[in-house]
Nanobody, 123 residues
Framework: QVQLGESGGGLVQVGGSLRLSCAAS????????MGWFRQAPGKEREFVSA????????YYADSVKGRFTIARDNAKNTVYLQMNSLKPEDTAVYYC????????????????WGQGTQVTVSS
């Protein structure tokens, strides 16, 4: 069993930056794909980014390419999402997720989810 805990959310102005962290506990995330999703009020949850165990494959939603960067520290069982040039439309609850394969992450059906952290971008 894997427990995921997000942190780093908050209120930021347009154009600002935030770094989200997701720490995993319960078991090692060796070979797990880690991802970030978000859900804005009144909208469906959407994929944001994902990274494989060694970082050999990294995925981004078109809406965040060039602004967000995903990274992981396997020694710390932690994945990060650096968010720059934030826009009001980035406002959402951001969720961390983990799965043993790319397919389920990219199809929003990972085995493990975090509880989410709120990101609010004010204009």
């Amino acid at each position: 069993q894997v427990q995921l805990g997000e942190s780093g959310g908050g209120l930021v102005q347009v154009g600002g930056s935030l770094r989200l962290s997701c720490a995993a506990s319960g078991r090692t995330l060796r070979a797990y794909v880690m991802g970030w999703f978000r859900q804005a009020p009144g909208k469906e949850r959407e994929f944001v980014s994902a990274i494989t165990w060694r970082g050999e494959r990294i995925y981004y939603a078109d809406s965040v390419k060039g602004r967000f960067t995903i990274a992981r520290d396997n020694a710390k069982n932690t994945v990060y999402l650096q968010m720059n040039s934030l826009k009001p439309e980035d406002t959402a609850v951001y969720y961390c997720a983990a799965d043993s394969g790319d397919f389920k992450i990219l199809n929003q059906k990972p085995d493990y989810w975090g509880q989410g952290t709120q990101v609010t971008v004010s204009s």
